[in-house]
């Protein structure tokens, strides 16, 4: 199942400013607007300047997808690691679509199989952000 | 004859401690020992070990960036460069090609940067496009005319705990914020300190009378962080562009 949605509250008031995309521009990603796919990872690759995750999806959008990610000198030190993500995970994950309309996109999070929700873009809720909420920053 | 028994006895035994001990003093090389006195004064300096991210968050309320004050010939440049943007033009530099930013964009990347300490210099590493700037602390002036690089040339000095690096000489392709240029006249002087244990901030100043009316000064803080330097290779998997428009691109293949 794939869900279209305008961007929500939730991740209006979630999402932080981003000076980790220094590398680029938000140009080529239409940021108003969040998708949502159910897929399997065909490929996670951990490299710079940004990770790089192939997607399947089937049913109603099917295809492959190609989704960049923040660098791994980003998420290493936001709680993932080069094995997050495996050939064959099932994973729910968000994404600010390509407005050029080809399958791809930049992914905003992923939901594992276990219900475990990784982010990729900065969020409140990722470890670095809770660990300076916790200390009153 | 006791007593010459005795101061013979004495000098054998001097003779085979010096022996057994240090080369005598006369060996010392000057060279090792000017180094020596070098080296250990760097632990006098202020202790700015670890490495160190921006604070993106804000959280340590560092005043906002000032409205940057323009001569008529730079807003002029500006505004083209914006009008071209609603042409979809100028959305993304030569940095989505992996072309690093230099001064002194290279100072507020989204990866920390760390200290070298050495008796003539001070290294600055930048995980960002893994890059390094060279600061001189032994007195040299900048080079009369120097090649302009897009780190520029810089000389140091520490008044107190504040270090203050003077850089000259920069690449015509650098910017100073999105649509704004340089000319050759360019002069960035950053402060730094440790403000805090957990905090360095540095204030930096763009001079530049082509295009700013007044020297522009902005202040940011960098906080501490129990880390280390990661890889940061950009052409390891780059999929990204820019064309020479500014238009935006991306491989999916």
Redesign the interface.
């Known amino acids: 199942m794939n869900r279209i949605r305008r961007i929500g509250l939730a991740v209006a008031a979630g999402a932080l400013a981003l000076p980790a995309l220094a590398h680029h521009s938000t140009a080529m990603f239409d940021f108003t607007k969040t998708v949502e796919y159910d897929a399997t990872v065909k490929e996670f690759l951990w490299t710079n300047p940004h990770t790089w995750t192939t997607v399947t999806v089937t049913g109603k959008n099917a295809g492959e997808y190609g989704l960049e990610g923040m660098s791994p000198n980003y998420l290493a030190r936001n709680g993932w690691t080069k094995r997050t993500l495996k050939p064959g995970d099932k994973v729910t994950v968000q994404v600010h679509p390509l407005k050029d309309g080809r399958k791809g996109g930049f992914m905003v999070s992923a939901k594992l199989a276990d219900g475990t929700l990784l982010y990729n873009l900065p969020h409140r809720d990722t470890p670095a952000a809770a660990a300076a909420a916790a200390q009153g920053r | 004859m006791m007593k010459r028994m005795t101061v013979a006895v004495a000098l054998l035994a001097s003779l085979t401690a010096c022996q057994k001990s240090a080369p005598p003093a006369a060996a010392v090389d000057p060279a090792v020992e000017a180094r020596t006195t070098a080296w250990a004064a760097l632990a006098k300096l202020p202790d700015w070990g670890g490495v160190w991210e921006?604070d993106?968050?804000n959280?340590r309320g560092s005043p906002p960036r000032p409205q940057m004050k323009l001569t008529p010939e730079a807003q002029a440049r500006l505004d083209a460069f914006r009008a071209a943007q609603k042409k979809g033009e100028n959305?993304?530099?030569d940095?989505?090609n992996?072309v690093p930013p230099g001064m002194p964009g290279i100072m507020?990347?989204?990866?920390p940067i760390q200290f070298l300490y050495q008796p003539d210099r001070i290294v600055i590493l930048t995980?960002?496009y893994m890059m390094y700037r060279v600061v001189f602390m032994d007195g040299r002036p900048h080079p009369e005319d120097p090649d302009l690089t897009f780190h520029g040339h810089s000389t140091g000095k520490w008044e107190g705990d504040t270090l203050v690096i003077e850089s000259v000489g920069f690449a015509a392709q650098n910017r100073l914020a999105p649509g704004i240029g340089h000319s050759d006249k360019l002069k960035i002087t950053e402060r730094i300190r440790r403000v805090a244990p957990e905090w360095l901030e540095i204030q930096t100043t763009l001079d530049d009378p082509e295009i700013f009316t007044e020297p522009y000064t902005s202040t940011t803080s960098y906080r501490h962080l129990d880390?280390e330097l990661?890889?940061?290779?950009?052409l390891?998997?780059?999929?990204?562009g820019?064309d020479s428009n500014g238009r935006?691109?991306?491989r999916?293949?």
Do not use: F, K, T
């Open positions: 921006i993106w968050r959280s959305l993304q530099g940095v989505a992996c507020s990347q989204p990866y995980e960002a880390d990661r890889e940061y290779v950009c390891e998997n780059n999929r990204d820019a935006p691109s991306m999916l293949e």
